[in-house]
């Protein structure tokens, strides 16, 4: 995973690269969820910078609209996602 973030993002701090790798094999193990899957989306949609924003409002590593996810989240009945910790908690 490191070598693959390196390769998208080479200017990527090693700390932030490690913790971004450590966060992906977490929950990929957890939601049994493909990490080559998980690496491909995140360097697709952000090339790994956490901070991207897109034109439309979309953020972080995997570019979160959230606007639409608050609405699920309401209409599931589940907590509703912190914003100042979408933006600053990789591991939120």
């Known amino acids: 995973a490191l070598s ?7 200017k990527l ?3 932030i690269r490690e913790e971004i790798a450590a ?5 990929s193990l957890e939601k049994e969820v493909s990490y080559e899957l998980m690496l491909s989306i995140i ?3 952000s ?3 956490p901070a991207a924003k897109s ?5 972080s590593l995997v570019q979160i609209n959230y606007q639409t996810w608050v609405k699920e989240f309401k ?4 907590k ?4 100042d910790k979408l933006t600053s908690d990789i591991n939120y």
């Open 23 to 27: 966060a992906i094999i977490h929950t």
């Open 13 to 15: 701090k090693v700390e």
């Open 55 to 59: 034109k439309t409002g979309d953020f």
């Open 75 to 78: 209409r599931l009945n589940k």
């Open 43 to 45: 360097a697709v949609e």
């Open 80 to 83: 509703v996602l912190r914003m």
């Open 4 to 10: 693959f973030i390196k390769k998208i993002n080479p």
């Open 47 to 49: 090339a790994f910078k």
